[in-house]
């Protein structure tokens, strides 16, 4: 109220001031101009004296210019004008200012006197220019009062400012409180986050298991690192969006994506996505086979409980399963082992009583036949009776063989010879009469490893199943025989699972009518046979096989397409010890090298240490290494005339990738590939990147001298 007043006062005392002001000036201005016509006619004197017109002219027109004249008129004593002056029309401004009398026009009379007398006057109007400088003034005022207003009004708001200040100032020191009190819960929160996240990261990254997150594309976002250990890939690998089809097998992806569409069809259905499953599923290595994981998986959900991801732990149970497989494959092993045990001990007991029953119908016939006329009605008979004890008798000895498994004497033996002796004996004669459509091929190995074995029950063997191949295709057609050398780097799964290791492997092929699958696992028991009985053979042909093949520690391994024909393989141990008088030592001089440095890389420390003895026999300097990244880091310190590659090492790079790095460090590093398998995509890709020789396991020390032999007579620019 206060500075209300004082504004107040200020706008009145500032009105009185311009009042007195503009008063006081106007009569200033008027007093002045009435002197300064009195001064012009007091000047003008001698010319209107003398008649002087153009002078007085001259003179009045800068004074209308300089004073705002609007008209002079200078008149004579006698009444006539002597001079008049007529100012240009004003401006627009001013003649409003001059029609509103705001510029008001005075006149003006002055009395021109010469030397005492009155000799004319001067007439003059005059604008009043004062309104301009009162006008300042107005604005000056105004001003100064604005200021003043202004003043109060910045001096009001500087105190309500100051007040909403103090009053801000309060709110945020509270404010300030509020958030240090928060900021320590947060640091307090955030710690224990952070304690927490180590915790959770310390066990997600030694763990064993695997922690993944997959989004509903099926794209992993997150793996730990117990993913490089049981897959292969670095993470920098998992980043590069790998997706879950990429490490699944095709059935174990299909079985996957079944869960995972039923679980959100349930969690739809009962709205409701807080559920989880258990799977077990085949992943794939980087380098190639395969891990069983069981996987425990449940979605994570975002705000409004849909879900936007999958949380899961993979568990290598490899092992656990290949242990139940091996325990379902030795309990169903252990059944057909302890059933044709049985069987063998009933057969035994049988023939043991059957020879002593047939001992005379065997017998008593030739003597008959000797006393017997040649055209006695009776002889046939006689014959007849002859014929049949001959085949119980027969049968009686197969029995016999499997009763007697196991009691034989092993030595070194070749299969490719006992099947030439088997092809030129008589009783292969005898099948081939009964069957003339048949073509038998052979496809012997020529270099083929020997094996512990007994030459009688090994014939027996290839008797046997060239005769049960034989009566399969009774409309004729071709039986292949055949022999190879063969290393297996990892158990093989067929009708038996054959170990790892080196084999020789003799296989009969035929073109016949096949076996069903629900009958395969039947076909080596005694008597067992979808044929008519007493038309062919005794009924215990693959039975003795079988036999002969277990006496051995060997595997079979058979397949059957109804329609189609039979695949039997025997897998028998093979063995370096030499049949007397075969080893051909010439050849071998010729194989020697000259200490020329090798390096052999190879998983298999069996392996190893054989291809190790041959290369020093063939007088080499040899060195071995267990995986490929322990040979690149050998020969990142070393260098060697010749590389020895296994393509399949597990776990680890592979021969193809191993060369490759190899390659890097010696662009020129001489290097053959081995493998248990038949040539592949891979091992071709290895001899276009630089590889010279392709040898094929097991190693052999002709197929090997001369491999090495070569590689290392190879020019690298050929």
């Known amino acids: 109220m206060r500075k209300k007043w004082i504004t107040i006062c200020a706008i009145g005392i500032s009105i009185v001031f311009y009042s007195v002001f503009v008063f006081l000036h106007e009569q200033y201005a008027h ?10 006619a007091l000047i003008i004197a001698d010319d209107v004296w003398n008649f002087n017109y153009h002078g007085a002219s001259q ?24 001079a008049s002056i007529d100012m240009p029309h004003h401006g627009k401004l001013e003649q409003v200012l001059i029609n509103l009398n705001l510029m008001p026009r005075v006149k003006l009379l002055a009395h021109i006197n010469y030397k005492g007398n009155i000799i004319g006057w001067i007439d003059a109007v005059w604008i009043s220019d004062t309104i301009i400088l009162n006008v300042y003034l107005f604005l000056i005022l105004m001003m100064i009062v604005a200021i003043i207003h202004l003043y109060f009004q910045v001096v009001d708001e500087k105190q309500t400012l100051e007040e909403r200040v103090d009053e801000r100032t309060n709110k945020l020191l509270e404010i300030n409180a509020s958030l240090e ?96 499953g258990v799977v077990e599923l085949e992943m794939r290595k980087k380098g190639g086979g395969t891990v069983w994981t069981e996987v425990t998986a449940s979605f994570l959900t975002d705000e409004n409980g849909k879900p936007e991801a999958i949380l899961g732990v ?29 069987l063998g001990l009933l057969a035994g007991g049988v023939a043991h009583d059957l020879n002593n029953v047939l001992s005379g119908i065997v017998s008593y016939p030739d003597l008959i036949l000797m006393d017997l006329a040649e055209d006695s009605p009776i002889r046939n008979s006689i014959l007849t009776i002859q014929r049949s004890g001959q085949k119980a008798a027969a049968i009686v000895q197969d029995l016999l063989t499997l009763a007697r498994r196991g009691v034989m004497n092993l030595e070194p033996v070749n299969i490719n010879e006992l099947i030439s002796e088997h092809v030129h004996s008589p009783e292969h004669e005898r099948l081939l009469s009964y069957h003339p459509t048949i073509i038998i091929e052979k496809k012997l190995e020529p270099s083929l490893q020997n094996i512990m074995g007994s030459p009688i029950h090994l014939k027996k063997t290839v008797m046997n199943l060239l005769s049960n191949a034989a009566e399969a295709q009774p409309q004729g057609g071709i039986i292949t025989i055949s022999t190879e050398s063969r290393y297996l780097d990892r158990p093989l799964k067929g009708y038996d699972t054959v170990a790892e290791g080196e ?11 096949g076996i069903d699958n629900s009958d395969l696992h039947r076909i080596f028991e005694p008597f067992y046979t979808k044929k008519v009985m007493g038309r062919s053979g005794t009924g215990l042909g693959m039975a003795v096989v079988w036999g002969t093949v ?20 025997l897998y028998f141990p093979m063995t370096r010890d030499e049949i007397a008088g075969s080893v051909d030592n010439v050849s071998i001089e010729k194989l020697k090298g ?10 298999m420390e069996d392996q190893r240490d054989i291809a190790f003895r041959i290369l020093s026999a063939l007088n080499y300097s040899v060195r071995s290494v267990a995986s490929g990244e322990e040979a690149l880091a050998f020969l990142k310190e070393d260098k060697v005339d010749l590389v020895i590659l296994d393509m399949i090492m597990d776990p680890g790079i592979d021969g193809l990738e191993t060369y490759r790095r190899i390659l890097e460090l010696h662009p020129n590093q001489k290097a053959i590939i081995a493998s248990g398998f038949a040539e592949t995509k891979r091992v071709r890709e290895a001899m276009v990147l630089g590889v010279g ?14 491999a090495v032999k070569n590689e290392l007579a190879r020019n690298n620019h050929s």
């Open 31 to 40: 007093d002045k101009i009435k002197k300064q016509i009195e001064e012009h």
């Open 693 to 706: 020789e392709y040898i094929k396991k097991p190693y052999l020390i002709d197929k090997m001298g001369a």
């Open 314 to 342: 993979s568990r290598d149970i490899t092992d656990r399963i290949k242990s139940m497989k091996e325990k379902e494959e030795l309990e169903k092993k252990l059944v057909r082992s302890k059933k044709m045990e049985s």
């Open 503 to 513: 084999y020789v492997v003799l296989t009969v092929e035929d073109q016949g009518e």
């Open 181 to 276: 009190k928060e900021v320590k819960e947060r640091i307090r929160v955030e710690s224990a986050l952070k304690e927490s996240e180590q915790k959770h990261r310390l066990l997600a990254e030694n763990i064993h298991d695997v922690i993944w997150v997959m989004d509903l594309n099926q794209r992993l976002t997150y793996v730990s690192p117990a993913a490089e250990k049981l897959h292969g890939w670095s993470r920098d690998e998992w980043s590069e969006e790998i997706n879950l089809k990429d490490i699944l097998t095709p059935e174990s992806h299909e079985k996957a994506f079944r869960l995972l569409t039923s679980k959100l069809q349930e969690g739809e259905k009962q709205g409701d996505y807080n559920q989880s």
């Open 594 to 603: 000259n200490k020329e440095t090798i390096l052999v890389v190879d998983d």
């Open 550 to 569: 277990q006496d051995h520690k060997g595997y079979i391994d058979i397949h059957s397409e109804v329609g189609v024909g039979t695949t039997c393989k």
């Open 59 to 82: 003179y009045l027109m800068l004074a209308a210019a300089s004073q705002s004249y609007e008209t002079l008129e200078v008149t004579d004593h006698s009444g006539k004008v002597f």
